[in-house]
């Protein structure tokens, strides 16, 4: 009899657990990227492996005991449309119903959502890509972090790249727009500061068809090269190939936003030993990174992969710190699992990550770019600096 009971109880254990694991809850999950506009040719990679950390904690079946699934919902900020982006998001939040988003990528787009939707609606937002300055001190009601550096770094170290390697007059285009200018008036400060000059800084529009005028001004105000603070699939490509065609300049120092392997396949030719620096890590994060990537069929070798992934894992890890998942609780507990103390984690680790929160334990999330949010839930940030020979981006550093 106590045999029957004893094989009764399991049958119904079993029973529940398999219940519980075909009838999990969806929890929406926003990815608001930039598929179409200036960035288009980066944002596949970035929402790829944004979702390849969803599926990674799906599979593990440790969300909330397994009571709870992730469903990636993916909407498009143009990057560049600041109303295209608030309606997008709007969307995510009333009619998908997500309680956070893994987004957005621009910095102006990211600016109008903060404002337009997650604060309204107190939903968090982490960015793996909005660098501008100005987001540290935007009104966001803590819950707005990012996994990417500030612009206010990424000036300061191409400034030290510049002066490192005996260049002390440039001249600068830069995207007209928040993270262009943002990023533009970081550079300068730094770059003036180490004692260098600037002959013209001067913005561009993008998807122009013609650059020309734009590059002539550069042109006739001098430097050793030109600084590109722009867009790879729209203006910042397009100043590059002007400047290509009528013989303006020969060497470019590139901004993140122009790390793109579209980029050097269709210019590689004519930017032999340009340089420039884009939001990178190295260790064993990215290590783990890369070998989930390669193993996924993802291409996490492009710029701000490893950030995607990062946003995505802090706040399926936040839901589970939190106990639930509603805005309130991812918010409030994406800073405890970002930062020391506790367990450190790598990609490929968020099952082991799930098991020790939902045990009462700390984790320390490192992932992919060895995260520490700081202050106001910034990046810390570490930067690559690279150069372009025979076509492709070669590491230089870390920095």
């Given at each position: 009899?106590?045999?029957?009971?004893?094989?009764?109880?399991?049958?119904?254990?079993?029973?529940?657990?398999?219940?519980?694991?075909g009838?999990?809850?969806?929890?929406?999950?926003?990815?608001?990227?930039?598929?179409?506009?200036?960035?288009?040719s980066?944002?596949?990679?970035?929402?790829?492996?944004?979702?390849?950390?969803m599926t990674?904690?799906?599979?593990?079946?440790?969300?909330?005991?397994g009571?709870?699934?992730?469903?990636?919902?993916?909407?498009?900020?143009t990057c560049?449309?600041?109303?295209?982006?608030?309606?997008?998001?709007?969307?995510?939040?009333t009619?998908?119903?997500?309680?956070?988003?893994?987004?957005?990528?621009?910095?102006?787009?990211?600016?109008?959502?903060?404002?337009?939707?997650?604060?309204?609606?107190?939903?968090?937002?982490i960015?793996?890509?909005?660098?501008?300055?100005?987001?540290?001190?935007?009104v966001?009601?803590d819950?707005?972090?990012r996994?990417?550096?500030s612009?206010?770094r990424?000036?300061?170290?191409?400034?030290?790249?510049?002066?490192n390697?005996?260049?002390?007059?440039?001249?600068?285009?830069?995207?007209?727009?928040?993270?262009?200018?943002?990023?533009?008036?970081?550079?300068?400060?730094?770059?003036?500061?180490?004692?260098?000059?600037?002959?013209?800084?001067?913005p561009?529009?993008?998807?122009?068809?013609?650059?020309?005028?734009?590059?002539?001004?550069?042109?006739?105000?001098?430097?050793?090269?030109l600084v590109?603070?722009?867009?790879?699939?729209?203006?910042?490509?397009?100043?590059?190939q002007?400047?290509v065609?009528t013989?303006?300049?020969?060497?470019?120092?590139?901004?993140?936003?122009?790390?793109?392997?579209?980029?050097?396949?269709?210019?590689?030719?004519?930017?032999?030993g340009?340089?420039?620096?884009v939001?990178?890590?190295?260790?064993?994060?990215?290590?783990a990174?890369?070998?989930?990537?390669?193993?996924?069929g993802?291409?996490g070798?492009?710029?701000?992969?490893?950030?995607?992934?990062?946003?995505?894992?802090?706040?399926?890890?936040?839901?589970?710190?939190?106990g639930?998942?509603?805005?309130?609780?991812?918010?409030?507990?994406?800073?405890d699992?970002a930062?020391?103390?506790?367990?450190?984690?790598?990609?490929?680790?968020?099952?082991?990550?799930?098991e020790?929160?939902?045990?009462?334990?700390?984790?320390?999330?490192?992932?992919a770019?060895n995260?520490?949010?700081i202050?106001?839930?910034?990046?810390?940030?570490?930067?690559?600096?690279?150069?372009?020979?025979?076509s492709?981006?070669?590491?230089?550093?870390?920095?």
């Open positions: 009899m106590k045999k029957l009971l004893m094989a009764c109880a399991a049958t119904a254990l079993m029973a529940g657990a398999a219940q519980a694991g009838h999990a809850k969806e929890v929406g999950i926003g990815v608001i990227l930039g598929f179409t506009g200036p960035i288009e980066l944002t596949p990679m970035m929402g790829d492996s944004a979702e390849l950390a990674e904690v799906n599979e593990s079946g440790k969300l909330m005991d009571a709870l699934t992730l469903k990636p919902v993916r909407a498009d900020s560049v449309d600041s109303a295209a982006a608030t309606a997008a998001a709007e969307r995510l939040v009619t998908d119903g997500v309680v956070a988003i893994m987004g957005a990528d621009c910095s102006g787009v990211t600016g109008a959502v903060l404002s337009n939707v997650a604060v309204p609606n107190g939903v968090p937002m960015s793996p890509s909005a660098t501008s300055p100005a987001l540290s001190t935007a966001d009601n819950l707005f972090f996994t990417a550096p612009d206010a990424q000036g300061q170290v191409l400034a030290e790249i510049l002066k390697r005996g260049v002390n007059e440039v001249a600068v285009t830069y995207s007209n727009s928040d993270y262009g200018k943002g990023l533009s008036d970081s550079f300068v400060a730094s770059f003036e500061g180490m004692g260098g000059a600037i002959t013209l800084n001067a561009h529009e993008d998807n122009k068809a013609d650059y020309s005028a734009e590059i002539g001004a550069l042109a006739s105000a001098g430097g050793e090269l590109v603070l722009g867009y790879a699939d729209s203006g910042g490509k397009g100043m590059i002007a400047a065609d013989g303006a300049f020969d060497t470019f120092m590139l901004g993140d936003g122009m790390y793109g392997d579209a980029l050097v396949s269709e210019l590689g030719a004519d930017m032999e340009s340089f420039g620096a939001p990178w890590s190295e260790g064993a994060g990215a290590d990174f890369k070998a989930i990537t390669d193993a996924a993802i291409n070798e492009s710029s701000f992969t490893r950030e995607s992934y990062d946003a995505a894992a802090l706040l399926a890890l936040a839901i589970q710190k939190g639930e998942a509603t805005p309130a609780a991812i918010a409030a507990s994406i800073l699992v930062n020391a103390p506790g367990e450190p984690i790598l990609p490929g680790e968020l099952g082991k990550a799930l020790i929160l939902a045990g009462g334990g700390e984790v320390d999330y490192v992932g770019t995260v520490e949010l202050g106001p839930g910034e990046a810390a940030g570490t930067y690559r600096y690279y150069e372009i020979k025979g492709a981006f070669e590491t230089i550093e870390f920095k």
